[in-house]
């Protein structure tokens, strides 16, 4: 066992590490190449920037989360201090950092780290029913929508559960190792599902009101590309 | 099989549909910038349901197909399997998802359900514009020949017609309509307007939405009231007179046509400024589009007449009287000037000042409801049950709510789209409105307006 938790949090950490950085790499470069193109060719290059920062800043509070569906909303917000706090701050995860590390790192006390870890997986099972309860998000929903939030399920799960052995009648080595390995997944799978937002998010408001600013010349472009020149509206 | 939706269509070639449809999205994706933003919505799309929150037709409609971000994804599905390396593997892997023309059709049915309105984009957590996508969903249609006949048969006449406007108006006839409006006026209100015709060097070139020379005649009264009491230098241009552009609605191609019309038409007559008059969508088309089609920082400045009245109420240079306007009034954002922020409180400024008692709706500014007859619907007439029903519902109860008998709404489409959602939802009792109609009723006319300067009875006021 201690060898496939070694392959685990080694080999495998690893290269969902390098798949993790070379997708999200990608996933920034790409997006801001095609900002840099778009406002190049803008006609109008005179961009409001002012509300572009004001609407990305926004969405970072809770105060604009919770106005629609505050229930929703709070779910969403715990859930997403959660699952950005726990593996940066777990102690458990902080003393494998400084195994490779030497850096001083902050840590969550264990008492904080258990109850947002109840709280986090709690609000990512209300997140899920909530999904397939209300009527319009189950219409939206697909098969990533579903997987992405049952695989955080079943790390915060398990996580939890490996620190606390005795909650659980499964084997504590057991439980880490399928902790890990549901860590390595969602590591990797990062930049190929939505949860990729956690690095384009800052791009997005400024992509849709750069896109407003078309090339001066577009339609005469698709019009020649199409060979309608001249042809009757 | 032919095209078949809830709107007209003229003939639609089905010859090759898909495969022409696809050479147009690839035309557009290689000169345009919409591969970025079908890229960040594929990338970052929570689907989180918020957009159905927010959206007026689908709280009205409960109808799944009404949801934006599904609107959206009709267009990403399409993006995705002809256009991204992604979907050509999962072309290799397996038989997966083909575009055909029953596809297509569902397209062409569901982007004309959008008011494209963007309240949808406010509450997006990722910011996704579904009404910009809904925009490029109609410009591909429109490239395969599926338009509402309404919005082609008036662009047609606006850009290749005898009159070059949406109403087909003549400019003999536009001369005379003008000159009737000023005898009208005085005759009606009292006080002399001027309509200035083709002038030369004239500070401002003032397009209207076309149609208000036909239904909005103390709309344009009020105008001219405002130009003529301001002493401003103004023009209207014979050549080319609308302000209308449904190019926004179906086709950048058409959007850049049409404000390149209005560019030269203000070329022509060596105007400074285009002034738009009381129209949502004209406004928005030229504030934003001039600059972008025709110079950037090198093109004419773009104000909307509301703006006018407001600066010029605030220098002192047009006097308005106070609460001259008993009765209940409240104000419909037109989502194209108000979604931005752009105009939001000059109207407002304006009927606080006119009107004793005036209450705003709940929403209203940025987060205003649209009045259901936005991205170019209100013109499709076969519609209408549609639109006063499902996209207007929410506005209809919004203005019950204030308790207004006067609901001023300072855009041609919204005006009679607000007019049809009060006589189908039980408000026959509501007056709609422009700004100007009031402020025609407001205004301290100066004394060269006077139609007998020595007469006090018509001094002070212009009769209501």
């Known amino acids: ?233 | 099989m032919a095209i078949q939706c809830s709107y007209y269509l003229e003939p639609v070639d089905t010859t090759d549909l898909p495969r022409r449809f696809l050479d147009a999205f690839a035309a557009v994706l290689a000169h345009s910038s919409y591969a970025m933003v079908l890229d960040a919505a594929s990338h970052v799309s929570a689907r989180c349901g918020r957009c159905a929150s927010t959206c007026p037709v689908y709280q009205a409609s409960d109808d799944p197909r009404d949801i934006p971000c599904l609107r959206s994804e009709l267009v990403l599905k399409v993006y995705r399997r002809y256009f991204t390396p992604r979907g050509a593997l999962a072309t290799r892997l397996g038989p997966g998802f083909e575009l055909d023309e029953a596809y297509i059709n569902t397209m062409a049915e569901e982007m004309y359900r959008c008011t494209a309105c963007r309240r949808c984009k406010l509450e997006c957590p990722m910011g996704i514009d579904h009404g910009l996508i809904t925009h490029l969903g109609r410009w591909l249609l429109a490239e395969v020949g599926i338009i509402p006949k309404a919005l082609r048969v008036a662009t047609r006449e606006q850009l290749e017609g005898k009159t070059n406007n949406t109403s087909a108006i003549p400019a003999a006839a536009l001369i005379d309509t003008c000159e009737f409006l000023e005898e009208d006026c005085v005759d009606t209100h009292g006080f002399k307007i001027r309509f200035p015709i083709d002038q030369q060097d004239a500070e401002y070139i003032f397009f209207p939405a076309v149609s208000d020379y036909l239904l909005e005649p103390d709309t344009l009264m009020g105008n001219a009231a405002v130009m003529t009491a301001t002493n401003a230098s103004w023009t209207i241009g014979t050549r080319y007179f609308d302000g209308i552009n449904y190019g926004l609605f179906y086709s950048d191609r058409m959007l850049d046509r049409i404000v390149n019309m209005e560019v030269q038409e203000l070329k022509r007559l060596n105007a400074r400024t285009v002034l738009i008059g009381e129209c949502g969508h004209a406004s928005r088309s030229a504030k934003a589009f001039i600059r972008t089609f025709c110079g950037g920082d090198r093109a004419p400045e773009v104000i909307n007449c509301m703006e006018y009245a407001l600066r010029m109420l605030n220098e002192g240079r047009l006097e308005l009287r106070k609460n001259a306007i008993d009765a209940r009034v409240t104000y419909h954002d037109p989502c194209n000037i108000a979604r931005s922020g752009w105009i939001i409180e000059q109207p407002r400024e304006i009927l606080r000042h006119i009107a004793s008692d005036f209450v705003d709706m709940t929403p209203h500014g940025r987060e205003n409801y649209c009045c259901g007859g936005g991205g170019g619907t209100v013109s499709i007439d076969e519609i209408r049950s549609f639109r006063t029903h499902i996209g207007g519902a929410t506005k209809a109860e919004q203005i019950r709510r204030t308790g207004a008998t006067i609901v001023v709404s300072p855009c041609a489409n919204c005006k009679k789209q607000l007019r049809e959602v009060c006589e189908d939802n039980n408000l026959e009792h509501v007056q709609v409105v422009g700004l100007h109609d009031l402020i025609l009723q407001a205004i301290v006319v100066p004394a060269a307006m006077r139609v007998d300067p020595q007469s006090d009875a018509a001094s002070a006021t212009a009769s209501p």
């Open chain 1, 1 to 233: 066992m201690d060898a496939w938790i070694e392959l685990a949090r080694g080999p495998l950490f690893r290269i969902a590490l390098a798949a993790l950085l070379i997708g999200l790499v990608y996933r920034l470069g790409t997006a801001a190449a095609q900002v840099i193109l778009a406002w190049r060719r803008a006609g109008d290059r005179q961009l409001p920037l002012r509300s572009v920062a004001t609407a990305t800043l926004s969405w970072l509070l809770p105060v604009r989360l919770l106005r629609q569906r505050p229930l929703y909303g709070i779910a969403s917000l715990v859930f997403h201090v959660g699952i950005i706090a726990l593996p940066l701050f777990v102690a458990g995860h902080v003393a494998l950092l400084q195994q490779s590390l030497p850096v001083v790192w902050p840590q969550l006390p264990s008492g904080v780290a258990d109850v947002l870890s109840v709280v986090a997986f709690l609000a990512l099972a209300a997140i899920l029913v909530g999904r397939l309860a209300v009527r319009p998000t189950r219409a939206l929903t697909r098969f990533q929508d579903v997987a992405v939030l049952a695989l955080l399920l079943l790390l915060v799960g398990l996580g939890f559960l490996a620190a606390h052995p005795e909650l659980s009648p499964f084997p504590a080595r057991t439980l880490l190792l399928l902790h890990i390995l549901a860590g390595d997944l969602a590591l990797a799978l990062t930049p190929m599902t939505k949860i990729a937002h956690c690095i384009v998010y800052p791009f997005t408001q400024l992509v849709f009101e750069l896109a407003w600013h078309f090339p001066a010349d577009s339609g005469r472009h698709v019009a020649v590309a199409l060979g309608k020149e001249g042809e009757p509206v």
